[in-house]
């Protein structure tokens, strides 16, 4: 299940949906920088680290090799979820080779970009950067340290190297002792935990011919590779992720689901070439209700871009797709969808672009006429009205995929199977 946006397509809600039909659901990158919103009645949960199976009582949930862990974040979404009734302990699963997340992690993140200032790239300060750079560096410290003798010892070796480092930047409010003492009560949470070696794990459901279903956190946009670099994430957010996050073979690949909004939006800075600055951009902004579901900020709307989505579903290889809050355009007349793009050279072009910032200087919309009818409460697709079902097959012909299913409100009943 991949994200084909820069996040908050709905994934936490359609793996939630989904997972009615699968063994386990599979975490594979990311950190607590990743926010799915489910709502289930008159209840409402917000997931960074645990995967969004967890509702469902028999299905395993696995935090995989790929991800980046903040063990109080970890521990406060575990024991939000205890008060709700739900004792997750009992399928959730963690993998021995996610790193973990120091709290001079996140002093690092907050002071590097402070340093930044105007240049800043909109980082979430929950320390994922610095992690990745230590992973990368051979420097971090993985979920299995937690069980050797000498883990205070490694720890305080990369503390000293943190703070090294965190005297290169502007000083920042960061009460590390405090932050210290709560990090390691909850590493002894962690060690009583089911904690496992995932690609094992993982081989032995693929023998067992169990279904999974691998979910994305971030979108395909903010992958660190092929994102709108340096506005990106600091890890593989796309298809091959999976492999790399999982320690799964290409070959154990099945469907790729890839989920779009009707519209667009982007949390924090960075190239978004169909953005609204208008009267529409608020429409969707209130109607859509878009605001970080990990940081509250408010999210930037824009029209769906024909260009964009066709580049994510290349190098994802999408076999079918997933459109959500279509009821959302319920709030504007007409809407757009973006189709090419004039660079500055003035060439017109299909393809994204290297740097979608600078390089294009203009874009051709196609214009939609929209509908006064309320979604929320449609249950298939033939009572869509003209132009809903009109602008679906529009992405469907553009992008040569099935649209799967369609999302019509946040609840789990609000979505059509088609």
């Known amino acids: 299940m991949i994200g084909l946006q820069w996040g908050d397509e709905g994934k936490g809600k359609i793996v939630d949906l989904l997972s009615e039909n699968y063994d386990a659901i599979c975490r594979f990158q990311g950190g607590p920088n990743a926010g799915h919103t489910i709502e289930i009645g008159d209840q409402k949960h917000v997931l960074h680290t645990i995967p969004s199976g967890i509702f469902r009582k028999h299905t395993i949930n696995l935090v995989g090799n790929g991800l980046v862990i903040d063990p109080i974040t970890f521990q406060r979404e575990i024991e939000g979820l205890m008060q709700s009734g739900l004792d997750c302990r009992e399928n959730l699963y963690v993998a021995l080779k996610a790193h973990l997340i120091l709290p001079t992690h996140r002093m690092l993140d907050a002071g590097s970009e402070a340093h930044k200032g105007k240049e800043k790239i909109g980082s979430t300060l929950r320390g994922i950067g610095p992690t990745y750079m230590d992973k990368t560096g051979r420097n971090g410290l993985r979920v299995g340290d937690i069980l050797r003798q000498d883990f205070k010892k490694r720890y305080e070796k990369l503390r000293e190297k943190h703070l090294g480092l965190a005297s290169m930047y502007p000083n920042v409010d960061f009460d590390l002792a405090g932050e210290e003492e709560k990090w390691f009560k909850a590493i002894d949470q962690m060690r009583n935990m089911k904690l496992v070696n995932c690609e094992y794990f993982m081989s032995q459901m693929l023998s067992d011919r169990k279904k999974i279903l691998a979910e994305g956190a971030q979108g395909t946009m903010l992958d660190i590779t092929y994102g709108t670099y340096p506005f990106v994430t600091s890890s593989n957010t796309i298809t091959a992720g999976v492999c790399d ?68 579903c290349m190098i994802n290889g999408v076999t079918e797709l997933t459109v959500t809050k279509l009821d959302v355009l319920s709030a504007v007349k007409t809407f757009k969808a973006a189709t090419s793009y004039q660079l500055q050279n003035g060439d017109w072009t299909s393809e994204f672009p290297f740097d979608a910032e600078s390089d294009i200087a203009k874009i051709k919309y196609l214009e939609f006429n929209g509908w006064d009818d309320d979604l929320e409460h449609l249950k298939s697709y033939d009572q869509l009205p003209e132009q809903a079902g009109k602008f679906i097959r529009f992405l469907e012909s553009e992008l040569g995929i099935p649209v799967k299913l369609v999302s019509v409100g946040p609840e789990r009943n609000q979505t059509i199977f088609r």
């Open 245 to 312: 996050g999982l320690g799964v073979p290409p070959s154990a690949i099945g469907n790729v689901m890839g989920i779009t909004k009707a519209y667009c939006t982007r949390v924090g800075s960075g190239p978004f070439p169909t953005e609204l600055f208008d009267e529409d951009g608020e429409a969707l902004m209130e109607a859509g209700r878009e605001f970080g579901a990990t940081t509250g900020r408010q999210r930037r709307c824009g029209w769906v871009d024909i260009p964009q989505l066709r580049y994510v």
